[in-house]
């Protein structure tokens, strides 16, 4: 609602009433006498006392009387211009809130006409759009985005049939479980058209999600939201979709241009190829046979558009592919026959250690003791072999020694010792 600017003042006034008014109770001023002044002068620390709470209230008040006021015009002057809606969406968008992502980081791909493709490690494939397709739509569920991608195609110049094909594509018309809250199966899209908002940091939806306000918004249309702009509005997706495919190239025919532009909504790898095919050949048999929401593309259209516009393609990947399996069997042969060398060299360092510890232990032992001399009476055998001197690093036990003969005296000595 639009206020008059007389009534701002009178805002402001009550603003000061209330603040005051909580902040404490306005009390009449009595007339004291000079005396009594003086006694609570000293009382007080000369002069050195606390603000009443209404006099605090009082000196709030004017300033967040200036602050009420600013917001008031900012809001209500021009609510009733064509523009309104525009300002009302830049309000709301703040308070937006986008999902943001729980899982592992993932690199922002762009390819050389500055699309952005949804890369990831994990994406949607062949069983999930399997589900997808060949889920049955209500006809009048189905007719309900018409308006949208119409919307979408005059804002972007990009068929509509192709940007249906994709929503069909996508979610079956916004009709799969997790369209309108949190993320897909796979952790990486929302929303009707399955828009990235994972491969920041800048995603694929941060990119495009401004989209819709260059086209007019309708009054009803499935699942609209109370901001602007969210990935779970129909009308927010689907401008941005048309943005997206308009950016890669797609145009009002269904061609080569279209099918290159659908390729990259998807991702450049061999999936890529058939749902690019899939998708330009429903919207190709929608042109010609009136659109269907439960119809499944023309498997020949398919083979056509997949043998004129993807079969280059699927073989550079292919070729690719086999290039980078053979590169990560050199450098595994690499790696293998490295590592052999370095098993090999920690083996000789090894061996050199031990070896030169051999040398040194000789030296650093002490010397063996000499043998013990020979008696005088023992005759001298040069020819027997020196005694071997060992280095035993325990003692040999010792033999216990035999008793002590008992002496021979008294009648030992009779009988005979």
């Known amino acids: 609602m639009r206020l008059p600017v007389r009534s701002l003042p009178a805002l402001g006034r009550r603003?000061?009433?209330?603040?005051?008014?909580?902040?404490?109770?306005?009390?009449?001023?009595?007339?004291?006498?000079?005396?009594a002044a003086k006694r609570r002068w000293r009382r007080t620390g000369g002069g050195r006392r606390r603000l009443p709470a209404f006099s605090a209230g009082r000196r709030l008040a004017r300033p967040l009387t200036a602050l009420a006021i600013v917001l008031v015009a900012s809001l209500g002057i021009g609510a009733n211009s064509p523009s309104s809606e525009l300002t009302a969406n830049r309000v709301s968008?703040?308070?937006?809130?986008?999902?943001?992502?729980?899982?592992?980081?993932?690199a922002l791909v762009t390819d050389?006409?500055?699309?952005?493709?949804?890369?990831?490690?994990?994406?949607?494939?062949?069983?999930?759009?399997?589900?997808?397709?060949?889920?049955?739509?209500?006809?009048?569920?189905?007719a309900e985005f018409l308006p949208?991608?119409?919307?979408?195609?005059?804002?972007?110049?990009?068929?509509?049939?192709?940007?249906?094909?994709?929503?069909?594509?996508?979610?079956?018309?916004?009709?799969?479980?997790?369209?309108?809250?949190?993320?897909?199966?796979?952790?990486?899209?929302?929303?009707?058209?399955?828009?990235?908002?994972?491969?920041?940091?800048?995603?694929?939806?941060?990119?495009?999600?401004?989209?819709?306000?260059?086209?007019?918004?309708?009054?009803?249309?499935?699942?609209?939201t109370e901001h602007h702009p969210s990935i779970y509005d129909d009308f927010d997706a689907i401008m941005a979709a048309g943005s997206l495919l308009r950016a890669s190239g797609a145009g009002g025919g269904l061609g080569g241009a279209e099918w290159t532009a659908a390729y990259a909504y998807y991702g450049h790898d061999l999936y890529g190829v058939t749902y690019a095919s899939q998708v330009v050949a429903r919207a190709?048999?929608?042109?010609?046979?009136?659109?269907?929401?439960?119809?499944?593309?023309?498997?020949?259209?398919?083979?056509?558009?997949?043998?004129?516009?993807?079969?280059?393609?699927?073989?550079?990947?292919?070729?690719?592919?086999?290039k980078n399996k053979k590169k990560k069997k050199k450098k595994k042969k690499r790696t293998a026959g490295?590592?052999?060398?370095?098993?090999?060299?920690?083996?000789?360092?090894?061996?050199?250690?031990?070896?030169d510890a051999r040398r040194r232990a000789p030296a650093g032992q002490a010397p063996a003791p000499p043998p013990p001399p020979a008696p005088d009476d023992a005759p001298a055998d040069p020819a027997a072999p020196p005694a071997e001197t060992t280095t035993a690093t325990t003692p040999a036990a010792a033999e216990p020694a035999a008793p002590p003969a008992p002496a021979c005296t008294g009648v030992r000595e009779l009988l005979g010792c």
């Open 15 to 35: 603003l000061v009433r209330g603040v005051t008014s909580v902040a404490g109770r306005r009390r009449p001023r009595r007339a004291q006498p000079p005396a």
């Open 148 to 224: 949208l991608y119409r919307e979408a195609e005059r804002v972007f110049g990009v068929n509509w049939r192709l940007i249906a094909s994709v929503h069909r594509q996508e979610t079956a018309f916004s009709q799969a479980a997790t369209t309108y809250h949190g993320l897909n199966d796979f952790g990486c899209c929302a929303g009707p058209m399955q828009f990235n908002v994972t491969n920041g940091p800048v995603s694929t939806w941060e990119h495009y999600r401004q989209a819709f306000r260059s086209g007019n918004r309708p009054k009803r249309y499935p699942h609209r």
């Open 112 to 142: 050389t006409t500055g699309t952005v493709e949804r890369a990831g490690a994990r994406r949607a494939g062949p069983d999930y759009y399997r589900k997808t397709t060949r889920k049955r739509v209500a006809p009048g569920t189905a």
């Open 338 to 355: 490295e590592r052999a060398v370095a098993r090999e060299a920690a083996e000789a360092r090894a061996q050199a250690k031990r070896d």
């Open 284 to 322: 190709a048999g929608w042109q010609r046979n009136g659109f269907c929401a439960n119809c499944e593309p023309d498997a020949l259209l398919v083979d056509e558009f997949d043998i004129a516009y993807g079969e280059a393609i699927r073989e550079r990947l292919l070729a690719d592919d086999k």
């Open 93 to 106: 968008g703040l308070l937006t809130l986008e999902p943001v992502a729980a899982i592992s980081p993932v």
